[in-house]
C-alpha cells in the first residue's frame, strides 16, 4: 500500500544543495561514514543476499515490524534483478547495513533497509542512505522517494535527509466482495497475532537451548 505522505528528494541538486537540505548531525554522520574504510557498493550474489536477510530479521524485530518470509526477498532479488538494486555498506567481506530500491522510469523507491548493530555504532545507515542517493542518480533516476512517513522511529530517520514533505494521492481500494469490511479488520490483527507468536516461539527456543547447554 503507498503511503501518501513522504519525503521525495530532486536527483538533479547538486551533493551540496542536497546536504544543505539535511540536518547538521545527518552531514557529519555521512561525511565521517564515507571517510571510513566500510565500502558502499551493491549487493552482487545471493550469498550477500542472505546477510541481508540476517540483517533484516535483525532490524526488524530490534523495531518490531512484520516482514515476509525469506523466499519472498530471494524471488525479488532473482527476478527483478537490476530493477531492483540493493546497496549495501561492507566491512571487508561482512554486511553493516542495506538499502533495497524499485526502479521505475525516472523514479527510485525504497522498498527496505536495515543495519546491524555494529553498522548503528559507526552509522553507516547514514552512509548507505547516500550512497544510495548517488547510485540511483548514477543509474538515471531523478526522483528518490523514501516510501512513506509515519509516525515511528524509522520516519524520524528518514525526515533527517530533507526539510520537506510530500503528499501524493495515496492507495485507492475498491472492495469487489461484500466480505472485504471484515477482512480488511481481519488480517493487522492476524499479522500482529502471528508476529507476536514468533516472538514467543523464539524465546521460548532460546530457554529450551540455554536448558540443553547445563
Partial sequence: MLIPRTLILDLGKSDDELMADMSKTTRANIRKAMRSDVEFRKVKNESE???????YHETAERAG??????QYYRDIFRNLG??????????????????????????????YGG???EGQKKRVNYGVKWAALQAMRGDGCSRYDFNGLLNDGISDFKKQFGKHENMLL?????????????????MPLARKGIQA????????????RALLRR
Avoid at 171 to 185: N, R, V
Avoid at 197 to 208: E, Q
Fill in 170 to 186: 495515496g492507495t485507492w481500494e475498491k472492495p469487489l466482495s461484500p466480505f472485504y469490511p471484515a477482512y480488511a479488520q481481519a
Fill in 197 to 208: 507468536a514468533r516472538r514467543l516461539a523464539k524465546t521460548a527456543a532460546g530457554r529450551a
Fill in 115 to 117: 543495519v546491524s548493530a
Fill in 82 to 111: 537490476e530493477g531492483s538494486p540493493i546497496i549495501g555498506a561492507f566491512d571487508g567481506e561482512q554486511l553493516l547495513a542495506f538499502v533495497w530500491l524499485a526502479r521505475s522510469g525516472a523514479t527510485a523507491f525504497e522498498l
Fill in 49 to 55: 543476499l542472505e546477510q541481508v536477510l540476517g540483517i
Fill in 65 to 70: 515490524f512484520g516482514i515476509h518470509e525469506d
